[in-house]
């Protein structure tokens, strides 16, 4: 496509079970982001993949956050024994080597 | 570390006005700034983009400019419409490319017919 897609759009999930979210950058991008956009807060970054580098992870809140690109394209949020505080929405974005970001419709996360 | 401000968090106004809004950020070694535009339960559109060496980027009604010293950028709206209404997101990327986005709070513009 032409955009960087994300799925799913919405996820409800109890509190402690596991939850995997996907990004689809835009074809030939090859750093990709993670953000996350909580109710009152603005966006936080959460993770950077720039090609085979080894990934910025600073931003992860925590050990249960983790994130992986396969094959420098899709990626995989997943966010271990989620906690209530996990509800928001997470974003992704691509950018070329020029630097713009370009978002996704992002998939907000209800953990009851 | 960095910070972004951005001022006013909410706005009103007419149709056809123009208006300002601003944002500011506290380390001026940074890489380049960017503009979005987010629509209520949707993700971010990318409005301007203004390299660090670049005083300013213009598309259609939209303006923004940038001056590095005084860590101070403005999205300058010509001509408002209904269909402006949207919050609006000033972000910095350090001064290294590809490196995360630092965002501000943004601002909430309402534009009544």
């Known amino acids: 496509g032409a955009g960087v897609s994300q799925s799913p759009s919405n996820k409800v999930t109890e509190k402690g079970k596991d939850v995997e979210l996907r990004c689809d950058p835009i074809?030939?991008?090859?750093?990709l982001y993670w953000y996350r956009q909580s109710l009152g807060q603005g966006l936080e970054f959460l993770i950077y993949?720039?090609?085979?580098?080894?990934?910025?992870k600073s931003g992860l809140p925590s050990d249960r956050f983790s994130a992986e690109r396969t094959g420098g394209s899709v990626s995989t949020l997943t966010i271990q024994r989620t906690q209530q505080e996990d509800s928001a929405v997470y974003l992704c974005?691509?950018?070329?080597?020029?630097?713009?970001?370009?978002f996704g419709p992002g998939t907000r996360l209800t953990v009851l | 570390k960095q910070e972004v401000t951005q001022i006013p968090a909410a706005l009103s106004v007419p149709e056809g006005e123009n208006l300002v809004l601003n944002c500011s950020f506290t380390d001026s070694a940074i890489y380049n700034l960017q503009w979005f535009r987010q629509d209520p339960g949707k993700g971010l559109t990318s409005l301007l983009l203004?390299?660090?060496?670049?005083r300013e980027q213009t598309s259609g009604r939209l303006n923004a400019s940038l001056d590095k010293s005084s860590g101070r950028s403005t999205l300058y709206i010509a001509a408002s419409q209904p269909g402006d209404s949207a919050t609006y997101l000033c972000?910095?990327?350090?001064?290294?490319?590809?490196?995360?986005?630092?965002f501000g709070k943004g601002t909430t513009l309402s534009v009544s017919s």
């Open positions: 972000a910095v990327e350090s001064n290294q490319a590809g490196t995360a986005l630092i």
């Open positions: 974005a691509s950018s070329s080597l020029l630097g713009e970001q370009f």
């Open positions: 203004i390299q660090s060496s670049q």
């Open positions: 993949f720039q090609g085979n580098s080894a990934p910025d």
């Open positions: 074809s030939g991008h090859t750093a």
